[in-house]
């Protein structure tokens, strides 16, 4: 699926390789990606647990939290960061200088998910997005230019917006829907190996002389750009049923509610993604999807279908 044009033989980190979302990045590495990365080094809680012996025998080598940094990072060309913001803002400094010390080309700060720079809460915001954006400005400024540092961001992760809990306002099971706002704003949504995938392939383009030049600092990707109208059509093309219905709730009650309660009690960081898609902000139709992956020459991004068909 993949495709570079100079060997790279390079060794790629993951840190927080077992995750829900770290092991579908370190998957992609350790198979479609091997060529390219000859060594996968994952750091996990448990090296011993089921999920890191599995990503072990595809040739992943596991490395524990408490192992040094420099230790792990010896030799690295690309760092890939899955872990949660509270993990990623306690090791930042230290991670900063060991990136540095250890000569590594390309460092992926843990972002993905929603675009931070775009979020519209002000005063209220969740403690979640801005404590993504230190962190991103702290690595970028530690590192002083010296790591090529790229923020990814892929929208909602396709399979928890389609979980069984409807926690986005998508009830497959009941063919039950909800939105803040109109039916028919988009927002993108992307699957984790496609995640993975992106990972990768930037990667790869970033430590290619040839291409690195062609790569930026913050870039968004889109599996599929859908709106709550076309997940409800998609679910009834998949499963074969009649268009379900569509419960639309204020999207400005909703969003003064936040506003009220703030910061007592802490309201969910899904009901601020919830606003935030009503607001339009999570609209990735302007995205780097043909510098990840022209034309789809290299897979095909999962869609709404694709993903249906698969539960």
């Known amino acids: 699926m993949s495709s570079t ?11 927080g390789g077992t995750g ?9 590495f350790l198979t479609e990606y091997r060529h390219a990365f000859a060594t996968v080094r994952i750091t996990t809680r448990d090296p011993s647990a089921p999920k890191a012996q599995q990503l072990a ?20 060309n690309v760092v890939v960061n899955v872990m949660p913001t509270a993990a990623s803002t306690s090791i930042n400094k230290e991670l900063a200088a060991s990136l540095v010390k250890n000569g590594v080309k390309v460092y992926f ?50 399979p928890w917006m389609l979980s069984p809990n409807a926690f986005a306002g998508i009830d497959v099971a009941n063919n039950t829907f909800r939105c803040l706002g109109s039916p028919s704003v988009k927002f993108a949504t992307t699957d984790l ?22 790569v930026p600092d913050v870039l968004r990707i889109a599996g599929q750009n859908v709106s709550v109208e076309d997940i409800r059509d998609a679910v009834a093309r998949v499963k074969g049923v009649a268009p379900g219905k569509i419960i639309v709730e204020d999207l400005t009650a909703v969003k003064n509610a936040l506003r009220e309660n703030f910061p007592n ?43 249906l068909r698969e539960l």
Do not use: C
Request: glycine share 8%; proline share 5%; no cysteine.
């Open 265 to 307: 009690p802490p309201s969910s960081i899904v009901d601020y993604g919830r606003v935030n898609i009503g607001d339009g902000n999570m609209d990735f139709t302007e995205n780097s999807n043909e510098l990840v992956n022209p034309s789809e020459k290299l897979w095909k991004w999962k869609t709404i279908d694709g993903r």
């Open 20 to 28: 829900e979302l770290g092991s579908h990045v370190s998957t992609v």
């Open 109 to 158: 700060p843990s972002e993905f998910g929603s675009d931070t720079r775009t979020v519209d809460f002000p005063g209220f915001e969740h403690p979640e997005w801005p404590g993504k954006r230190a962190v991103d400005v702290e690595i970028r400024a530690l590192t002083q230019g010296k790591v090529k540092v790229i923020s990814l961001i892929t929208g909602i992760f396709m």
């Open 57 to 76: 025998a595809k040739g992943a080598q596991l490395h524990a939290f408490s192992e040094s940094l420099d230790d792990v990072l010896a030799g690295a």
């Open 5 to 15: 044009s100079i060997n790279l033989n390079a060794t790629a980190v993951i840190l």
């Open 193 to 214: 190996a496609d995640m993975g995938r992106a990972v990768a392939q930037l990667s790869v383009l970033a430590l290619d002389p040839a291409t690195a030049s062609t």
